[in-house]
């Protein structure tokens, strides 16, 4: 059983839909009352500012983000907000698989369908926090999503990164129909010459005795194959028992790997494979 919260930035007002619009990568337009999508936020550059989950209700739009990003999405909101009649405000966001649910027997003031971002085992209730359930555990979706090689917000901040970058999450999070949004231009202009983005986003799984990874800290970590820098670690997702699960990071489009093969982490004698999931 497994409950947490996310954070959530509340768009309303009569410039809501056309400002989202211009501002995420997938189409709100096509997005019914009760819907729900993923979709980037980019940087005027076309790197990936942050990943969301937008939900649509009857008069607003709610976006999640991983606890603790909040603040910066906002700040990346409002930048483009001048002469938008939106207005931004924040709402607790309770995430609870369905079992956890069941159990419970109240009834969130929304119910949204789950997407990528938000594996289907789970539900999104918007309103009050369900005070009672005292299980959160962030780290078990944050594994599930590595697992299918789905970045969390870790594995995006202050990493040169586009939206290219996460092919496991490209379909379903850009709209390549849709009209201009901020960072759009670089997207398409890729897209347009079937360009592959230089890092792509991978899981891996530990190659031996779990337990030995757990000093290590990610971001200070490279990986090699066959002697050379291959690409880099951005998280490491442990289980109760602080055995490594999975780690997310970051390859070099160059490098390709094949069921049998092994990247190796620089400094350590330790070992990752891959998780092929793209």
């Known amino acids: 059983m497994t409950r947490f919260e996310m954070d959530c930035v509340v768009l309303s007002g009569k410039g809501a839909e056309t ?15 009760g819907g729900s999508i993923d ?6 550059s076309g790197k990936v500012h942050s990943l969301v989950t937008v939900l649509r209700a009857e008069s607003e739009f709610y976006l999640l983000i991983d606890s603790g ?40 003031t929304h119910v949204y369908r789950a997407t990528k971002l938000i594996p289907l085992e789970f539900s999104i209730s918007i309103g009050e926090p369900i005070e009672h359930l005292k299980d959160t555990n962030f780290e078990v979706i944050r594994g599930l999503r590595v697992s299918s090689c789905i970045p969390s917000m870790v594995d995006v901040l ?3 990164v586009f939206p290219a970058s996460f ?12 009209g201009c949004y901020t960072g759009q231009e670089l997207v398409a202009r890729m897209d ?12 891996f799984r530990p190659y031996g005795e ?18 050379d820098k291959a690409g880099v670690l951005t998280s490491l997702v442990f289980d109760e028992d602080n055995k490594l699960v999975v780690a997310g990071g970051y390859l070099k489009r160059t490098v390709r790997l094949d069921v049998t093969e092994t990247l190796g982490i620089v ?9 092929f999931c793209l």
Do not use: W
Request: proline share 4%; hydrophobic share 35%.
């Open 19 to 33: 400002y989202l619009q211009g501002q995420i990568t997938q189409d709100v337009t096509e997005v019914a009352v």
């Open 39 to 44: 979709a980037f936020v980019l940087e005027p």
């Open 69 to 108: 990003y909040r603040d910066g999405l906002i700040e990346r909101l409002e930048r483009f907000s001048i002469r938008s009649k939106t207005e931004f405000d924040t709402v607790a966001a309770t995430i609870t698989s369905h079992e956890v649910q069941a159990l419970s027997g109240e009834a969130a």
């Open 158 to 160: 202050g990493q040169n």
């Open 167 to 178: 092919p496991a999450l490209f379909e379903s999070a850009v709209s390549l129909k849709k």
């Open 192 to 203: 347009s010459r079937g360009s592959s983005a230089p890092l792509v986003f991978r899981g």
């Open 210 to 227: 779990t337990a030995l990874y757990r000093d290590m800290i990610p971001q200070s970590l490279e990986l090699r194959y066959k002697d």
């Open 267 to 275: 400094g350590t004698d330790l070992s990752l494979e891959p998780c």
